[in-house]
Each structure stands twice: as C-alpha cells, then as structure tokens.
C-alpha cells in the first residue's frame, strides 16, 4: 500500500536516523565538499575507492560509514529532515550509488571493466527495460589533494539513462591545486540530451597537470539538497517535513551521504536526524 493521506504517513512504520559529525576540516567557501570521512555518527569511513579497473556499488555493508536502513519489504521514503550546522552553510543528502577510484591525478586514460547493476537503486527502473537512471549524477571527489596542477582536468565516458554507450561528459574547469582540498566534491555535466547515468565506462584526465593526489569518481542520487542554515544559531524552522523532501524513494541497500557547502572555509559540525517512513 503506498503513503497517499496524511492518515497512511501517520499509520506508516518509521526509523529515525542521525548524522552528527564531531569534526571539521578546511575547505573552499560555497563548494560542496563530503563529511564521509570525519569522526561523528555514523563512523568515520574511507572515502578512497577500493579499484580503478571497477566500481564498487555502495550499500550499507560494504563499508563503515553508511547508516544501516531496517526495513527490508515495502517501500521506504524520506519524510522528514530536521538540521543544524555550526557554520552558515548548505547541506545536502545523497545516495553514493556506485564508487571508482581512487584515481591518480596524472593517470591518462583508464578503462572500467567491471561494474553492477545498479538499477534496484533508481526509481525510474521498473523490472524491465534498458530505460533508467534518469537524475543519476557523475561527481568527482578529492581522496588527497592535488600538487603542482596548473590546469587539471578530467572527463569520463558513460552510459547514459536510455542504455547508450560511450557518452562522453563535458570536460571539467581546468583547476589549480589551490583549489584541489581533500574531499572536495564537484558535478560533471552530461553530454546534451542526457538526463541520467545507468554505468562509467572509462576516467579520462584531459589535462595532467598535477603531481601527487587521488580522486574517485561516483554516481550518486540526490535525495535532499536545499537544508539551507543561513548563520550561525539559526534555529528557526530548519525541520522540513513530507512536503518539503518530497518523499523521495529509499532503498535499504542505500547508502546515505552527506554533502557541505559552507559559506566560508570550514565544514563545521553538521546535526541531521533523519525520518524515513516505510508502508509495510
């Protein structure tokens, strides 16, 4: 039975899930950067992909850092986030679908050979068809920071959400290393017509101009993206409720992860506590 009356949400089965991170870290003001790896709830986890050649599906037993999601029959939504930041800052909670890397910054051309399937974790799928992974995103994340770059830049070839093959993303802003900080997270665009990504097929650095230093490339879903804190002790009205997270679909084989934006050059200490309602 799906979540259709305010009667069914009240009815609906809930877990409560709170991310609190304990430290902060230096980052790049207004670019979004992942809090993964920082102490807090949930554990701190490596933010390093495993293999270049692979990637590596995300679920909450692959790896420390993911909360676990308890609901294994029905269908699982988002129906509340209540935040808080130390910072002014924005934050956002996505689904790290799938994880290659953690790439060389002077690495050329690497093909990916091996990926899975991801399509239990789009909500567009529907058991059949080569049609899905519509509003799938391509971001690269800093695993260590880059030296030496003057111009770095990377591109990746995809499958996109109709099942063609080697689509080709807009090549990154060349960027210096300056602006290269750990963790740092940045969106890679689709080729034009494209909505989504089904598979990476290869990670093309386009430009080597950097020395030491690693990247991931990941497919993600955004699931919550406007927590908006605008200083420092806004409390007021930072619960947004089902009509606000749009009841965005869960899976429990999602891996829940938290983005910064702050609006200066620390991360701050994020609070989220999270409702998700299941109709089973």
């Known amino acids: 039975m799906a979540i259709n ?35 807090g709830m949930p554990l701190a986890g490596t933010i390093a992909g495993t293999t270049t050649a692979s990637a590596i599906l995300q679920t909450p037993t692959v790896a420390t850092g993911y909360s676990s999601i308890l609901f294994t029959t029905g269908q699982t939504y988002l129906t509340k986030v209540d935040f808080n930041s130390s910072v002014a800052c924005k934050l956002r909670l996505v689904d790290r679908i799938s994880v290659s890397g953690a790439y060389s910054y002077a690495a050329g051309t690497t093909a990916i050979t091996s990926y899975p399937d991801i399509s239990g974790r789009c909500p567009d799928y529907t058991s059949a068809g080569a049609v899905w992974g519509t509003r799938n995103e391509i971001w690269i994340e800093v695993t260590s920071s880059i030296t030496s770059a003057t111009a770095w830049q990377v591109q990746v070839t995809y499958t996109n959400q109709s099942g063609t093959t080697s689509r080709s993303s807009i090549i990154s802003v060349a960027q210096a290393a300056a602006a290269l900080i750990g963790n740092k997270m940045f969106q890679l665009a689709l080729a034009a017509g494209d909505t989504g990504v089904q598979k990476i097929q290869s990670v093309i650095v386009t430009n080597v101009g950097g020395a030491a ?3 991931n490339v990941v497919i993600l879903r955004e699931l919550w993206t406007n927590g908006r804190v605008k200083y420092v002790g806004d409390n007021n009205n930072l619960v947004h409720d089902i009509l606000k997270t749009g009841m965005v679909p869960i ?24 409702e998700l309602s299941n109709n089973g």
Do not use: R, W
């Open 5 to 39: 009356t305010l009667q069914d949400y009240v009815n609906a089965s809930k877990q409560y899930i709170e991310f609190i991170k304990t430290s902060s870290q230096t980052v790049v003001a207004t670019i979004p950067y992942s809090v993964f790896n920082l102490s």
């Open 213 to 215: 230093g690693g990247f």
């Open 251 to 274: 899976y429990n084989t999602s891996a829940l992860y938290l983005m910064v934006q702050a609006d200066s050059t620390a991360s701050g200490v994020p609070e989220l506590m999270l």
